[in-house]
């Protein structure tokens, strides 16, 4: 009896597992196959399953846990615009995406040495502004303007810029991108909620 139960027992604790991998599987596959067809509902469904395991790389690369949040929206993002470009018979989703996010890691490097360089060009076009007296609190505004929009992910800044600069409404910026209405309006109300933020010890002298 003692010898019976003990070969029963792998069976029953394996079924379970196989079964749960291969549910796994189905889920993943339904996931992938609704991000590539538009459905937004697949969109968070990606993002509820593996936006841990893009921060962590985000973040191990980065050393910045904020900059790891900024990595990870842009890399379902990318996703989403670029979901015509998944071949499920090349990879898995997940390869996918760790694939953008070490693109995404790239650029948010390099983001940083085009901050500090921006930010040494408008100094310098300071020091060197003639005596008028608008001059240097213009070239400030687009200093401060610049450098915080340029700290931005490059969503949320291209979404404003394209609001502010280019005069867009919403809808042509969703339109622009390829990005859903809702998810631009989101966008562009973090990104300026940041910029607030961002300000609001210089605007009250802190």
Avoid at 99 to 118: M, N, P, S, V
Avoid at 172 to 177: G, K, N, P
Wanted: with cysteine; aromatic share 4%.
């Amino acid at each position: 009896m003692t010898a019976h139960r003990t070969t029963g027992r792998p069976a029953t604790s394996t079924e379970p597992r196989a079964q749960r991998v291969r549910c796994d599987t189905a889920a993943d596959d339904r996931i992938a196959r609704g991000l590539v067809q538009g459905d937004e509902r697949c969109l968070d469904a990606a993002y509820q399953r593996w936006g841990r395991l893009v921060h962590t790389l985000a973040a191990r690369a980065l050393g910045d846990h904020r900059e790891a949040e900024d990595v990870t929206q842009q890399v379902f993002v990318a996703a989403w615009r670029g979901r015509a470009n998944f071949r499920p018979d090349r990879g898995t989703l997940p390869a996918w995406l760790t694939g953008i996010t070490r693109r995404k890691i790239a650029d948010a490097l390099t983001a940083r040495t085009r901050r500090a360089e921006l930010t040494a060009a408008l100094g310098a076009a300071l020091e060197h502004t003639g005596g008028s007296r608008e001059g240097p609190e213009r070239i400030i505004d687009r200093l401060v303007v610049t450098e915080e929009l340029a700290r931005l992910p490059r969503v949320q800044r291209d979404v404003l810029e394209l609001a502010y600069f280019a005069d867009l409404t919403q809808t042509q910026i969703a339109h622009r991108t390829g990005l859903p209405l809702g998810t631009a309006k989101s966008h562009a109300r973090r990104g300026l909620q940041r910029m607030r933020h961002s300000l609001a010890p210089a605007a009250t002298g802190g």
